[in-house]
């Protein structure tokens, strides 16, 4: 990675950790969709360094919060979104080796449904819903965590609906990626496709992270959280759009 990509990707972590912060999602498709859309990096790169850096997200969030994990909840998304993580991560590698163009549009189109699906304002049930379905949305966020590290928006809608304190739904999403960060880390190291060196300076993003969730906390911009929501929004469809199009147009070409 040139000084140059290195620049970059540390301003665009900066970035997606300050949205991050605000708004309570995004930090791993806008960092996703940006790689994507710039090229700084291959997408199985920038999704190792997403999961390092979403564990110390997750860390710093989790200092004092542990204790209000739903564990009942954690245990029975972990049972499906484990094994579904695995199977990610095999596309991706399958996928970065032969059919490059491919996986750019699934990332675009995994950005476009994530950011229409986030739009969408969460109904609160009037009861705790099944194991059924928690194994479900687990399974879909394990097999997106494998792919790009954007295990986030399914399960964030699915937990954001159930009739339980926002707090225990914020630390229980957070204790899930954190777990799910671990585990694909630890497919990187056992499967020996460790980056280079050059590609690891990107953990320089790190203190980069810190820095703005710190900065995000002690000077929001002057936007409502609803405003500052749509924006991000918008944003990630237009990147997704703009993400998937032209693979699609090339793959249509070269049919």
Known sequence: MSLVELFGFLVLTGIAAYIQTLTGFAFGLIT?????????????????????????NAVQMLHKGWRDVAWREFRVVMLTSIPMLFVGYWLLEWLAGTRAD?????????????????ARKPEPLPRRSGDGSFMFFGSIAGLM???FSTA???LVYHFYRQPMPQ????ETLVTIFALNAVFRNGLVVFSGNLPSASILTGLFAIPVVMGATHAARRWPPPLSPATMRWIVLGLLFLSGV??????????LKSS
């Open 242 to 251: 703009s993400l998937g199009m032209p693979a699609m147009v090339h793959l």
């Open 32 to 56: 996703m969709g940006g790689v994507g859309l710039t090229g700084l990096l291959s997408l199985p790169d920038a999704a190792m360094l997403v999961s390092v850096l979403t564990f110390v």
């Open 167 to 170: 707090v225990t739904v914020r």
């Open 145 to 147: 965590g494998g792919l």
């Open 152 to 154: 986030g928006p399914p």
């Open 102 to 118: 491919i996986l750019r549009l699934i990332l675009g189109i995994v950005i476009i449904v994530s950011s229409l699906q986030l």
